[in-house]
Nanobody, 133 residues
Framework: QVQLVESGGGSVQAGGSLRLSCEAS??????????LAWFRQTPGKEREGVAA?????????????VEERFTISRGQDNAKDGKNTWYLQMNSLTTEDTAMYYC???????????????????WGQGTQVTVSS
């Protein structure tokens, strides 16, 4: 099993920045063999893929709505002592970015289904991001 815990959410004014973190634990988890992703959801809407990072450097995927504003990255020291982390740096936030943010992961490459909720086996509990105008 793999457990995921998000952190870093909060309230910020429009134009501000936040960095979300997701820490994974579990003996089977290997960040270099898993697709690492972020999703978000607002009440009454489907959970949408925001960003994902694949098995090799540069293999990143973004939703059109966050391209150029959000950056997904892996932790530098993510293969020791179960400290396996990835991040979502969010800049130039707008009120449209207000949502519950979830990290997710699944073994294997991200591929064309990176933004599909059904493509991921493991999910965190979510962290709220609220952007005010």
């Amino acid at each position: 099993q793999v457990q995921l815990v998000e952190s870093g959410g909060g309230s910020v004014q429009a134009g501000g920045s936040l960095r979300l973190s997701c820490e994974a634990s579990g003996s089977i988890f290997n960040p270099m063999r898993y697709c690492l992703a972020w999703f978000r959801q607002t009440p009454g809407k489907e959970r949408e893929g925001v960003a994902a990072i694949g098995l090799r450097p540069g293999w990143t995927y973004y939703a059109d709505s966050v391209e150029e504003r959000f950056t997904i990255s892996r932790g530098q020291d993510n293969a020791k002592d179960g400290k396996n982390t990835w991040y979502l740096q969010m800049n130039s936030l707008t009120t449209e970015d207000t949502a519950m943010y979830y990290c997710a992961t699944d073994p294997g490459p991200c591929g064309s289904r990176w933004s599909a909720r059904s493509a991921y086996t493991y999910w965190g509990q979510g962290t709220q991001v609220t952007v005010s105008s």
